[in-house]
């Protein structure tokens, strides 16, 4: 028997499921977007004048944009990523503007010591004879390996780049973006010539880190003293650019409770930092993003603009980007920033050139730094790093007595603060790939000082070209000098140094460069050779515009096909996805290790590219890149290509999944450099812009 519907039973049924799309659609994202759009202006419509080109497309600019070929829009009262989308099909690239959140790589803790002398001696990452001493007898240094800073200081002094030891980079100009900055440490407060706080205003009177925040906005402090620590001032430590003249740009956010901050936020934070006339800019924290849109979208304009400032800015030699790759023990290459193809992304290595497995690896990887894992041994710390801690004095009467301590910084309620006593003005905790970061952008600096001329690509191939190939065994560089675990080794100040000198012109004699390999003996074929590194062939930086389906509805109360229904989902910020990390009812990926949902594959699934209307394809993805996973181990793509298997994540405590366990796994560097894994010229190459390389 058939069942007939009334015309009217039949108008309620369209109205029903036509109000339904339309908040599945287009309500539920909403929080997820500023109603901005990003708009690539392209020259027929800019033929017009751009103020006319962008009245033409019935919007108004909202923002300014350093790249003046887009442009920020509000379009009325239309809905973000629907207009967008009508954007796009006229050709034009654009998307609505996200909110994104961002992370500091920041430091595991140590406990305290008490320490009263000068720390340049325990500095074990700028020289090391494998044996330093420590005043408290508490810390021992495991192996013998270092940057060769001294000795690139001391070969600065010969060739007269410098006339003192207090000029060592004082015609530089170093940046560093961070959560907050102590500037009135005495340490730091000499070097800095621009300082600005794109924050909130919890900030101490006269100062720019937050003193209200869990973490007390210590990170940037940490990474500043490192980088560009006055030297030679008889006062705590020295950085590796210990006269750079210092950008301090304080970030929103704070490292272990990050806030949502608009997508064009960081536009504002590297334009400011080219203005003050930075040439090298340390980045010691990465991008949080939860599907490979959200990282597409970004590329879209930081791609450009990150092409505009290596080789545009700063009077077109371009401004050296660092970016430290990050903690998770995993490939980094999802990230929009690091693995831009002009940026230098750092990794860690112990005092015996032993890359910790907790730093990122990829394809993409620049270099390795000497620093600390936060191991100890026995009641000995192994390697520990000194810098600059955040500083408030005490209000007591009698400084150093129960009670009466520094009010900042890492652990300001404890007599012994900073590791320096009550003082707690310097640090010896900071540790991990934040810190290996800082130590190559002040190398960067000094490299210029012995040659100015330099562009920032060419400034970043010589510290490529230099660095020492330190585990061999451990990375088997390929052909090119190239190991997805360990960059081109780990950096070599002394060599990078020389080779700008003679690059610029200038001469090093016989005996300067006997006593140059002597210092640093030579571990690649010809360390005179100043050519020839090259990254691996992997095409991960070109940008694929999203399209819409081509049954995408134009109007929100138009019935999408059934058969496209999930595909047409285009406002959940995911390319072909259904409400991903909405907690929308057809999204099963907040429960770790089950498919996303069941959803056939498409036909393209398996092919190892990211294709239309998929989230992924046999790629990997970090777990603490996810919502709702642990934040160890890896996702691996679904069999679907709709979503991640988080079977193999777990958290801290817990063992490895058994599926896991090949993995480089984040062990707070416990006798860092010992994972096996494969050839890294076994990475399959990946054309899908974010998608993340597989290295088995």
């Known amino acids: 028997m058939l069942f007939e519907i009334s015309d009217q039973e039949m108008f309620m049924k369209k109205f029903f499921v036509a109000s339904f799309l339309f908040f599945m659609f287009f309500a539920l994202p909403a929080a997820e977007h500023t109603g901005r759009l990003f708009v690539k202006l392209d020259a027929k419509c800019l033929s017009q004048g751009r103020e006319a080109c962008i009245k033409s497309l019935g919007c108004t600019e909202a923002g300014e944009l350093t790249l003046k070929n887009w442009a920020l829009l509000k379009c009325g009262n239309d809905e973000p990523v629907k207009k967008a989308a009508a954007f796009v099909k006229k050709g034009m690239a654009a998307h609505a503007e996200r909110f994104v959140r961002h992370q500091l790589y920041s430091v595991d803790s140590i406990d305290p010591l008490y320490l009263n002398d000068t720390y340049m001696k325990e500095q074990w990452n700028f020289h090391n004879t494998g044996n330093t001493t420590f005043a408290d007898g508490k810390a021992t240094v495991s192996g013998k390996d270092h940057a060769h800073i001294a000795e690139a200081w001391r070969l600065l002094r010969i060739l007269g780049a410098v006339s003192s030891d207090s000029e060592l980079g004082k015609d530089r100009k170093l940046a560093i973006i961070d959560d907050g900055f102590d500037i009135l440490h005495e340490d730091i407060q000499p070097g800095i010539i621009a300082s600005n706080n794109f924050g909130d205003n919890t900030i101490e ?41 210092l950008i301090l740009a304080r970030m929103a956010g704070d490292p272990e409770d990050v806030g949502a901050v608009y997508e064009s936020y960081y536009d504002q934070v590297f334009r400011w930092v080219v203005q003050q006339g930075a040439e090298v800019v340390n980045n010691s924290w990465g991008l949080l993003y939860e599907n490979m849109d959200d990282c597409n979208y970004m590329k879209s304009y930081y791609n450009e603009l990150f092409d505009y400032m290596t080789t545009e800015a700063n009077g077109g030699k371009g401004v050296l980007l660092v970016f430290a790759s990050g903690n998770a023990g995993a490939d980094f290459s999802t990230d929009p920033f690091s693995t831009h193809p002009n940026v230098l992304a750092v990794g860690a290595v112990n005092s015996k050139g032993s890359r910790y497995s907790f730093s990122n690896y990829g394809p993409r990887l620049g270099v390795m730094a000497p620093t600390s894992g936060g191991e100890k041994s026995g009641s000995k710390f192994v390697d520990r790093i000194w810098t600059t801690d955040n500083y408030i004095a005490p209000t007591c009467s009698t400084p150093g007595t129960s009670g009466c301590h520094d009010k900042a910084g890492w652990n300001p309620d404890h007599v012994m603060a900073g590791g320096d006593g009550w003082w707690g003005k310097y640090s010896y905790r900071f540790s991990h790939t934040s810190s290996a970061a800082p130590l190559v952008s002040g190398v960067a600096a000094i490299v210029l000082e012995a040659n100015p001329d330099l562009t920032a690509v060419e400034l970043r191939d010589i510290i490529v070209n230099t660095a020492d190939r330190v585990s061999k065994t451990d990375a088997n560089y390929d052909s090119n000098g190239h190991s997805n675990y360990y960059g081109f080794g780990r950096v070599n100040a002394l060599r990078a140094v020389a080779a700008a000198w003679i690059k610029g012109g200038g001469t090093i004699t016989a005996d300067i460069k006997d006593a140059i390999d002597k210092a640093s003996p030579c571990t690649r074929e010809d360390c005179w050779d100043f050519e020839g590194a090259e990254y691996p062939d992997a095409d991960l930086y070109d940008y694929d515009p999203v399209t819409p389906d081509e049954d995408y509805s134009e109007d929100a109360d138009e019935k999408p096909d059934k058969d496209n229904d999930q595909d047409s989902d285009h406002d959940s910020g995911n390319q072909g996805g259904s409400d991903i990390d909405n907690g929308g009812p057809e999204n099963n990926d907040s429960d770790p290790g089950t498919e996303p949902d069941d959803t056939p594959a498409g036909p393209l699934c398996g092919n190892g590219n990211i294709d239309a209307n998929e989230i992924c394809d046999g790629n990997t993805m970090p777990c603490a890149q996810l919502a709702g996973a642990p934040k160890n181990g890896t996702a691996k793509c679904a069999s679907n290509c709709m979503g991640w298997d988080k079977s193999g994540c777990y958290n801290d405590g817990e063992e490895p999944p058994a599926s896991d366990t090949d993995e480089p796994v984040a062990d707070n560097g416990e006798e860092g450099g010992e994972d096996h894994h494969s050839d890294p010229s076994d990475a399959e190459d990946d054309d899908s812009g974010c998608a993340l390389l597989t290295v088995d």
Not at 221 to 236: D, E, K, Q
């Open 205 to 245: 009177a006269g100062n720019l880190f937050s003193n209200q925040s869990a973490t007390k906005n210590f990170h940037g402090t940490f990474v500043t003293g490192i980088a560009g620590g006055r030297g030679n001032n008889s006062l705590g430590v020295a950085g590796a650019c210990p006269a750079c003249s």
